[in-house]
């Protein structure tokens, strides 16, 4: 995926290239939405199935899951911003589950390589994923924690929701635009990034929302 380079982002903030911050938010934001290049990025290699009566879906359950990260996708030690996809049976296309950002120390490799794939695994570590865990073992968290039986039923009848959780084997993509940054984290130009990859992230939501009009799926703060 695209990385942007410490000098395009101080030409950026210095104007030396004709372009103010606005018009470079928006040309990023057209290069990954004009990007069909999803690369694969979680995919489930266990998968039991139990018979549900409880939730009255009529669907066999999925209780275990283990993710692992696909070994060809290459993150970076940089901040960034991603979208997490789910491409549908049949579908040539992703379908937009999750837009995110992170500026954190060790940027996209540990946000996407470790956080999000510990919050699939376990319900602790990435917000996102953790609804996402949630989800797919609703039927022992319900049985465990009363508030969550409403907000996950209403989820639960959700078709595309369903569909994504009885996937078998569930696989989710990724596109990622990482900005390049110095080790010095608090250098003027470093913050000045760190607040870039923020507005980046809100100007995906502004693209997604006027084509959309609702939020991703596991951006909802259902939980």
Known sequence: MTCISISEIENVLNKTNGKDLHSFFEEQINNIFANDSWELFISSREYVHINDKNLNLNVSYPMSFAYELSDKLQ????PGVYLIAYQQP??????IINIGM???????KTRLGKNFVKGLNTGHG???ADRLHKLINAEVIMNQNIEYSKKLMKLLR???VREIIFSNPLKLYVKFLAIERSNELKNPVNLKINGIVRALEYFLFARYFSEINEKPILNEQYF
Do not use: I, K
């Open 126 to 128: 990435h917000a996102e």
């Open 75 to 78: 993150l970076q030690n940089y």
């Open 102 to 108: 992170t500026h954190g120390g060790e940027g996209l």
């Open 90 to 95: 049949n579908h040539n296309s992703q379908r």
């Open 158 to 160: 959700n078709d595309f």
